[in-house]
């Protein structure tokens, strides 16, 4: 335990295992920003399949509402014939064609909800597309962080090794004074 708390008081040991834990941070952080951006991704696909979904129900709808007006027009015209109503003059001609008129109303109004709400799901997968991109950006941006943190932190404690050394000096005099001890003079950092 006495070794272990030795080399953790050395400033470049722990300057180095510190820096060790802003680069496991910063590519954590990359990753995990990863996987959330590829989750939007996944939700962007969804919000379209639905959008599609949401087009194609409307289209059926709208198919089957023309349908029934056919029929209830059918249903007007042969009661008219059953009056001994002239079905191809008159009035009657302009009751089928209100009838065919609140049809194809009906009818669009069903094809205008169905694509509100396929702009709906496609403005969802938007944000999601958009969700997903800054996401992917971040996690490049939390992997150049975490080397820029280690290399700060290293740096700091090659410096503050650097200023015990020249107290050390200041105090006791040069490392080649002792002579069996070498001189951190040329080293890298020193």
Do not use: C, H
């Not at 272990?4 to 834990?21: H, R």
């Not at 920003?33 to 059926?60: C, H, K, L, P, W």
């Not at 069903?110 to 991109?133: D, L, P, Q, V, W």
């Amino acid at each position: 335990m006495g070794f272990l708390n030795g080399m953790m008081s050395n400033p470049n040991v722990s300057a180095g295992a510190q820096g060790i834990g802003d680069l496991v941070e910063g590519f954590a952080g990359g990753r995990a920003a990863d996987f959330q951006a590829q989750i939007a991704r996944r939700n962007a696909e969804i919000s379209q399949q639905n959008a599609r979904g949401a087009r194609e129900a409307g289209q059926v709808q709208a198919l089957n509402s023309m349908l029934r007006t056919r029929a209830i027009v059918g249903q007007t015209k042969a009661a008219q014939a059953a009056s001994g109503i002239d079905v191809n003059s008159g009035s009657a001609v302009d009751v089928q064609a209100s009838e065919r008129m609140l049809g194809m109303l009906d009818a669009l109004t069903i094809r205008s909800n169905a694509a509100r709400a396929a702009y709906g799901y496609e403005a969802e997968a938007g944000g999601y597309a958009a969700r997903a991109k800054m996401l992917k950006q971040g996690g490049k941006m939390a992997r150049i962080g975490g080397l820029m943190n280690a290399s700060g932190t290293i740096l700091e404690g090659a410096t503050s090794a650097d200023r015990q050394r020249r107290i050390w000096q200041d105090t006791n005099g040069t490392l080649d004074d002792e002579g069996d001890i070498p001189s951190f003079s040329g080293a890298v950092g020193f």
